[in-house]
């Protein structure tokens, strides 16, 4: 079973930017993708991105391009997402998640087994 944890949430004022961390824990070794994702309240969750887990390849979503980034430290079992240049519309809970199959890296949040309990992102006028 894996947990993950993520961190670095709070309120910014918009044009700022913020570090989300996810540092996963458990039985990490069967992991392929994590993927970060958001939810706006009245919204549908939505794809951010995902970082293939060994090799290390990323797809961001089109729209973020840019803007927004993923990274990972294998050696801390953790994923980043850097967010720059942040807007109102960017306010969300932002989840991350642990995915088995290597698919999930196009954004499928069907094909992730494991989500954090989320962090606040608050953009500020």
């Known amino acids: 079973q894996v947990q993950l944890v993520e961190s670095g949430g709070g309120l910014v004022q918009a044009g700022g930017a913020l570090r989300l961390s996810c540092v996963a824990s458990g039985d990490t070794f069967r992991t392929n993708v994590m993927g970060w994702f958001r939810q706006a309240p009245g919204k549908e969750r939505e794809f951010l991105g995902a970082i293939a887990w060994n090799e290390g390849n990323t797809n961001v979503a089109d729209s973020l391009k840019g803007r927004f980034s993923i990274s990972k430290d294998v050696a801390k079992n953790t994923v980043y997402l850097q967010m720059n240049g942040l807007q109102p519309e960017d306010t969300a809970i932002y989840y991350c998640?642990?995915?088995?199959?290597?698919?999930?890296?196009?954004?499928?949040?069907?094909?992730?087994?494991?989500w954090g309990q989320g962090t606040q992102v608050t953009v500020s006028s």
């Open positions: 998640a642990r995915s088995k199959i290597p698919t999930a890296w196009y954004g499928n949040s069907r094909a992730y087994d494991t």
